[in-house]
């Protein structure tokens, strides 16, 4: 009876939400986005606009990959909640996992303000935020009491935690931070992803390149032989040929799989916001097709021996379907949570249910890589 009332205050709240969030949004524009991000954070960290329990997904959205089990196929990508502050009200919103980070060795504040652009013509973001983060030390601080393995606070997490993991703009050595990430991590962490592709990092794109992602993959291996397990996240401008040297150092080095894709430096003839031509990484609707391009090259060069996240563009369940018909075992979202508000997550989740209603399938999984 408790339980049943607990539910429909949640249900209450999230439609009210809901309803709400078109003029919540106009509000936060009265705010510079880096503000309306933080006033996000800080609702989030309030209480405001989670649910008060976790979801109890309908089982035709359930997802096994990198032997984790998701309840959902929609996970947040990296970079909304770089610092793990808010995995437990993020993982009431419904998302299926969650990714923190990117976080650097040691602390820092990122490239000068301003560095945060929405293009609302377009449905997209422009950042060159550049790893602003609290560092590892503090991060695992806060990934510990989620975990609930020392520290006064029981926030237990019923999602898989990812943490992205990058290096800092000063003073970096790929080889040995990666590795030290790494081992930082292991004990925290459900999975593991290298950022090689944020373009906001002076020469980290390079890291791509099959002869130092060979050494920085090894590196790993030799001082970390049992990790949890480990993904590279790509840029999706990497020609062809480069996408196939990648995928090929991916699998002989064993790794897991590949997040497909992190933001573009390119800039659609089409895009229509005032920022279009400020510098830094594209995401949101202008680039899901040029993602579902490279996650579709890359699941015909793997040929199911990666797993594959599929990020870019997504804002309906029917995107999430999309990248899961072209290779994806598993999603993620970022701009669109901007755009739509914290009952995203729930309205896919519905259209997705309605489609495999519709076409009378058992598990949302069944569609992987059939539009190959
Ligand atoms: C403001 C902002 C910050 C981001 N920061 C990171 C980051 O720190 N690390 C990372 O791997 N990706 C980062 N990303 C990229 C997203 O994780 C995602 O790959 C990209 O936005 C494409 O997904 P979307 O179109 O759903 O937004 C960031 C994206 C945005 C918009």
Redesign the pocket.
């Known amino acids: 009876m408790k339980s049943k009332i607990g539910d429909r205050v949640s249900k209450l709240e999230q439609e009210v939400i809901s309803f709400c969030y078109p003029w919540i949004f106009k509000g936060f524009r009265c705010f510079s986005p880096e503000t309306g991000?933080n006033l996000a954070i800080s609702s989030l960290l309030l209480g405001f606009c989670g649910g008060r329990k976790p979801w109890q997904d309908d089982p035709r959205l359930k997802i096994n990959a990198m032997g984790l089990s998701f309840p959902n196929p929609i996970g947040l990508?990296?970079?909304?909640d770089?610092n793990a502050m808010v995995i437990s009200p993020l993982s009431r919103l419904g998302f299926g996992a969650v990714?923190v980070?990117?976080v650097t060795p040691r602390p820092q504040e990122g490239n000068p303000k301003p560095r945060?652009f929405r293009l609302i013509e377009d449905g997209a973001?422009i950042?060159r935020?550049g790893?602003n983060n609290d560092g590892i030390n503090r991060v695992i601080g806060r990934l510990a009491r989620i975990r609930n393995i020392h520290g006064p606070f029981k926030t237990k997490v019923h999602i898989p935690v990812g943490v992205?993991i990058?290096i800092n703009k000063i003073g970096a050595n790929p080889e040995k931070d990666y590795p030290y990430l790494v081992g930082m991590v292991s004990h925290y962490a459900d999975y593991i992803?290298l950022?090689l592709?944020?373009p906001n990092t002076p020469g980290l794109r390079d890291l791509q390149h099959p002869s130092r992602l060979r050494k920085i993959l090894a590196a790993i291996k030799d001082q970390h032989p049992a990790h949890p397990p480990l993904l590279v996240?790509l840029a999706p401008d990497l020609e062809e040929k480069e996408v196939e040297a990648i995928v090929e150092t991916a699998i002989d080095a064993g790794i897991t799989g590949l997040?497909l894709?992190?933001?573009t430096i390119s800039r659609p003839d089409d895009l229509q916001g005032d920022f279009r031509y400020e510098p830094g990484?594209l995401?949101?609707?202008p680039?899901?097709k040029k993602?579902t391009e490279m996650l579709a090259r890359v699941a015909r060069l793997s040929k199911g021996r990666l797993t594959l996240i599929g990020?870019?563009?997504?804002e309906t369940g029917a995107d999430v379907i999309e990248k899961i018909m072209y290779g994806a075992d598993f999603t993620?979202?970022?701009?669109?949570l901007?755009y739509k508000g914290p009952s995203l997550v729930q309205n896919m989740k519905q259209e997705i249910i309605e489609i495999l209603s519709r076409e009378n399938i058992q598990n949302i999984s069944e569609l992987k890589g059939v539009a190959l």
């Not at 990508?77 to 909304?80: C, K």
């Not at 990020?311 to 997504?314: A, S, T, V």
């Not at 993620?332 to 669109?336: E, P």
């Open positions: 991000h990508a990296a970079g909304f770089k990714e980070g990117t945060l973001i950042n935020m790893f992205n990058g992803v950022n592709s944020s996240k997040i894709t992190n933001t990484g995401s949101g609707r680039i899901r993602s990020c870019g563009g997504i993620q979202v970022y701009s669109a901007i």
